[in-house]
């Protein structure tokens, strides 16, 4: 995982990057919605809930802030968090 920070003139920018399995085309536009899972069938494999993401985003948009993701099905995911600077 590789975490990058930047000082722009929108914001404060924060980028999250991992080597993971990448999300399926088809499930990214719906990756921040609460309770989503991109492949139930790694339900029994892996814990959760599928409210992670959109608990992430519910707090970058409670700070004014908006968060979007760019990911490459076997080559990972890269999350971008923009904040304003007060």
């Known amino acids: 995982m590789t975490?990058?920070?930047?000082?722009?003139?929108t914001?404060?920018?924060i980028e999250i990057e991992d080597s993971g399995e990448?999300?399926?085309?088809?499930a990214l536009p719906?990756?921040?919605?609460?309770f989503y899972r991109a492949n139930p069938a790694?339900?029994?494999v892996i814990d959760g809930v599928g409210l992670?993401?959109?608990?992430?985003k519910w707090i970058v948009e409670e700070h004014g802030?908006?968060?979007t993701a760019?990911?490459?099905?076997?080559?990972?995911s890269c999350f971008t968090i923009v904040l304003p600077q007060d």
């Open 70 to 76: 760019v990911s490459r099905p076997g080559d990972g």
């Open 30 to 34: 719906r990756i921040f919605e609460r």
């Open 65 to 67: 802030g908006t968060i």
């Open 52 to 56: 992670g993401l959109s608990l992430v």
């Open 11 to 13: 914001g404060i920018k």
């Open 3 to 9: 975490i990058r920070t930047a000082s722009e003139p």
């Open 42 to 44: 790694r339900d029994k």
């Open 22 to 26: 990448g999300i399926p085309v088809d």
